[in-house]
């Protein structure tokens, strides 16, 4: 997954460009990234940042880096913001998305015309760089823009920030939020709603599904009007969302708040204490708790001062080990403790195993495990914020394959009140050795936003486009 902040002043505007992006960081695995414009021109800086904090590697840049205009991005995989010179005149440009007919795409480029990309390690072609080739397509930066939304398979938001302003574009269908911030003499334009606030900025707006803005020191100009139709990300919510941000006008903290309430409401499960696995799971404890009258505990803390996010290594064992080594027990919360725990979701199970394995060891009696969202069936081609690549890595898929196949009709397994679907989770009970196993119904989760349902993706969870 990747997060983006950018930030147009009339004064100098790398304090906020700074912590706007590192503000981002718990979207980002690997590269963090800053371009500014100023009187010598564009001035960027790109770093790894697996094992070391944003602030920390960028203390340089930020002392030496000056101007008015800037975007940031914290990246899942490829290095960015990029400076690109084309007929359209010098830019940066960062982006937030997933590109699935990348082959396609290059080789129209090739049959077009001469032209190269640059070749990452292990042979892939940098995303941005490619929406960068398309965007050179049109007459305009706002007419390429939209050429290469309608031609990329997946999902793209885009910051291009020009010696003029920035433009910012949300993806065609809205799955990732874009909001624009003011203070005196700036604005701002940011993926995390809450990243602009300790900044002094104040909401304006969002923008809508395809929008595109300009955005000056004087405003944020709509150059090019949003679509109708809308599929955002329902995970932000559940998941990757920090906690203070709003998308849609909807508080992440207060959704999962909901939820928890709503999976308490139909549940009967007799416990000593309700725990949120940390971080995202908390919230939704939180509201469990809340609706069951189960009192609230942390059998376990998160040690992360020296611990890096466990999703980061590419090694599953090592991410599994980092888990594990950040969660530690308190015993006289666990010995004996029939306990309700609550995660965001379940993907492969193997972190969620160890949990209960070090639970279990830890003297627990009972654990009744609830799940956030519904059993995820298929893998998202539309944002990088799995790294599984094969829909069978998912415990749900396998479990059905062992039930009829890996040709199985998935369809019935969405239905929480199939025999099917009884079964797919019987099996993931019995695997990971809970007491008892519920997720979260689809109905319940729409529900709990406030907002039509045809306005989110489902698509991990139904198969629905």
């Not at 147009?8 to 963090?32: E, I, W």
């Not at 094992?51 to 008015?68: L, V």
Request: charged letters at 25%; hydrophobic letters at 35%; glycine letters at 10%.
């Amino acid at each position: 997954m990747s997060g983006f902040f950018g930030v147009a002043s009339k004064k100098d505007c790398v304090f906020d460009l700074f912590f706007g992006t590192d503000y981002h960081s718990h979207l980002g695995t690997r590269r963090g990234g800053m371009a500014v414009y100023g009187d010598g021109g564009f001035n960027r800086a790109i770093h790894n940042i697996e094992n070391s904090p944003f602030r920390t590697k960028f203390e340089r840049d930020f002392a030496e880096m000056k101007g008015k205009l800037g975007i940031g991005c914290i990246s899942d995989n490829e290095p960015q913001p990029l400076l690109v010179r084309s007929h359209l005149g010098n830019f940066a440009i960062a982006t937030v998305g997933r590109i699935n007919n990348i082959d396609e795409l290059v080789k129209t480029s090739f049959a077009s015309g001469k032209t190269h990309f640059l070749e990452m390690s292990g042979g892939s072609i940098n995303a941005t760089e490619l929406t960068a080739a398309l965007i050179n397509r049109g007459s305009t930066i706002p007419e390429g823009i939209r050429i290469a939304q309608d031609a990329i398979d997946g999902s793209m938001s885009i910051l291009v920030l020009t010696p003029e302003g920035i433009y910012a574009a949300r993806d065609k269908f809205g799955r990732t939020p874009v909001s624009i911030g003011k203070k005196k003499d700036s604005y701002c334009v940011t993926f995390e709603s809450f990243a602009y606030l300790n900044l002094g900025y104040k909401a304006v707006r969002e923008l809508g599904p395809g929008e595109i803005d300009f955005i000056t020191p004087e405003g944020a100009e709509i150059v090019s009007p949003a679509r109708e139709e809308m599929k955002i990300c329902t995970f932000l919510w559940v998941y990757y969302g920090f906690t203070a941000s709003s998308y849609e006008g909807l508080n992440v903290e207060q959704m999962r708040y909901n939820c928890g309430a709503a999976l308490a409401r139909r549940d009967n499960v007799d416990a000593d204490g309700v725990a949120g696995l940390p971080d995202s799971g908390t919230a939704h404890a939180v509201g469990y708790a809340n609706c069951s009258k189960i009192p609230l505990v942390r059998p376990f803390v998160k040690y992360t001062h020296t611990w890096p996010r466990s999703f980061m290594p590419a090694n599953q064992t090592r991410r599994d080990l980092i888990a594990h080594m950040k969660l530690v027990p308190i015993d006289s919360l666990i010995r004996g403790k029939k306990l309700v725990l609550i995660d965001d979701s379940l993907v492969r199970g193997t972190q969620l195993r160890g949990t209960a394995d070090f639970l279990y060891n830890s003297g627990a009696k009972e654990l009744h495990i609830r799940l956030a969202c519904p059993p995820l069936l298929y893998g998202c081609p539309y944002l990088n914020f799995s790294r599984s690549t094969s829909e069978m890595e998912l415990i749900a898929r396998r479990k059905i394959a062992e039930l009829e196949g890996e040709n199985a009709d998935i369809a019935p397994y969405t239905d929480p009140d199939s025999p099917q679907y009884a079964a797919m989770v019987e099996a993931i009970r019995k695997d990971i050795g809970f007491t008892t196993l519920k997720y979260h119904r689809l109905d319940d989760m729409l529900e709990s936003t406030g907002m039509p349902a045809c306005k989110f993706c489902t698509y991990c969870w139904n198969g629905k486009k």
